[in-house]
């Protein structure tokens, strides 16, 4: 464990870079669409100024418009979030070559010239970006120190997260170190090789496109039944019921045609023996940890049916958690269009993240399920995938696949409408009858700065899950927002959480483009008190035998896969910074 503990440290602490920063004053050169210049730019008059997430801009030629927000920067896609001439958002393709900031919006280019950027800046050299300069000797130090601390609360998250795993144990002296280092060890490894190896990043990026681009196949389906209604970008409800819940359908049914072709299975089988062979488990629980990162906690005990009586304690406990702390494919469709909203970049951006995430859960699932309940038993090492077929023919599964998303997404939309509506009438309680009489509610306003204006739900649960955003890595000024959504997310679920998401990034109220990153990856999971029942009922239809175990093992599984989701943002967080 030892060991590995020290190799894992080693590689994350070779990738540490310098940051870019692109703070500075940038003059206005040129703004053109397709080769013709669109305004007669006045060098003397027009700039855009970028300081610590914040931007302001004057355009003389443009009636002399005037703008102002905050921005946020990941990789090459650069947000404004526009507080002034009106409140939106755009996003913008970024480029920057020494001293030249090239932007790039629906085939508008905006080019800029530096005017003057501050002595600390710090070029770097990152994956998926053009950005190569030369670095100022004075600044490696500061921007290494950025480094240095982001390593160290990763560690100290993660080492915290494994004594809490090691605490609720229930048997310490069983807990195969070897099997929890392997498991550290392989998440640190594929987190380095996406976000910080070229070649894979790049690779994951077009894996990640192509994702993206099959999602949109689903808006010509909804462009036939809703016309015109798809193509409203101006409110979330009309991209959430236009776009999201028909994109959850589309992947349903598409999943569907590859479980009966088994092509599921087959790609299920090769992730089952790569973590057979490097984490020594049995056949079961290789098959299920890998079947949970595609098909979701419903779905992934029919790849393991046959082995579901037989199963020991310390392997249902493995299926359980690893249901907790990944997502299915349906939901994860959803994510992408939840936080892309309109922008095929930020699309592209947030798919490579969750699908990163889920990857990384599987093995972060295991090695907190075998702290929690290490195994005491024999078990069998063979690898059969269940050949349980969905649907008679190829039709009939899409129509089943079709008619599970069509009840998927009435289920989704009709919770976030319930949840939405109750966290009204609470907030209704806490806010107006005793917030506001007890003065309250403005010492909050003026605490947070605006943020949260009375004792709402959402500044409770920030409060409450802070520390744990803290833990984590995230920023100290998001860990109340980063806490309000870890708290919608065990409290209510991770679509709400989500949801939430989406508003805090599209309004700017996240001040940091890592704790979105790290938000994202934290909630990337089913771990909620409804997924007990579910995990309950689901499992237990096909092995009544287990019941019992299954109800025992509910808040354990909770926790653990709480744990998990925690451990990746954790890792991802570490790198990100």
Known sequence: MLKNFLLMSAMLFSTLVCCQSIDGTWQFESITKEGQSLFDINTEADYLTLESGAFNYTLEAKNNLEASGTYQLNDHLLTLNYRRPKDTIRSYELRINQDTLVLKESGVIYQFIAKSIPSQIIPIEESNTQLRTSTPPAAVSEGLSVSLESLGRGLLGLTFL????????????????????????????????VLKVDRVALSFDWLSQQVVTFLNFSEKGAEFLFGGLVNNQDTFGYIFAFKVLPTVVFFSAFTSVLYY?????????????????????????????????????????????????????????????????????GVLAAYIAFLGGSSEAEKIYFAKHLLTASIMSAPAAIVIAKMLYPETETVDRKLDVSREKIGTN?????????????????????????????????????????????????QINQQTAGRYTGL??????GNLFAPVAW????????????????????????????????????SGLLTSNRSIVIATYSLCGFANF?????????????????????????????????IAALMTATIAGMLIG
């Open 530 to 562: 409804a997924s007990i029942g579910i995990q309950i009922g689901g499992i237990g239809g096909l092995a009544p035998s287990q019941q019992s175990n299954l109800a025992k093992f509910g808040i354990k599984a909770l926790i653990g896969g709480t």
């Open 471 to 506: 833990i984590i890595g995230v920023p100290s000024a998001d860990i109340i927002s980063v806490g309000q959504l870890l708290g919608e997310k065990t409290i209510l679920n991770e679509f709400f959480a989500y949801a939430s998401l989406s508003d805090l990034k599209n």
């Open 162 to 193: 494994v004594l809490i795993g090691f605490l609720l144990s229930s048997n310490r002296r069983r807990i195969d170190w070897r099997l929890v280092g392997t498991g550290l060890l392989l998440q640190v490894i594929f987190a380095v090789l």
């Open 394 to 442: 190829v039709l009939d599964a899409i129509a089943r696949g079709t008619t599970d998303g069509l009840k998927l997404a009435i289920n989704v939309g009709a919770m976030l409408l319930v949840f939405t509506a109750l966290i009204a009438v609470f907030n209704w309680i806490t806010v107006d009858w005793i917030g506001g009489p007890t003065g309250l509610n403005d």
């Open 456 to 461: 709402s739900l959402q500044y409770i649960l």
């Open 261 to 329: 072709f088994g092509i599921i299975q087959r790609v299920i089988k090769v992730f089952a023996w790569v973590m057979s062979r490097t984490m020594r488990l049995s056949g079961a629980e290789s098959l299920a940890a890998a079947a949970n990162i595609f098909i979701g906690q419903t779905e992934a005990p029919l790849v393991v049916k046959p082995y579901l009586d037989k199963m020991t304690k310390s392997e249902l406990m493995c299926l359980m958690v690893g249901g907790m702390a990944t997502i299915a494919g």
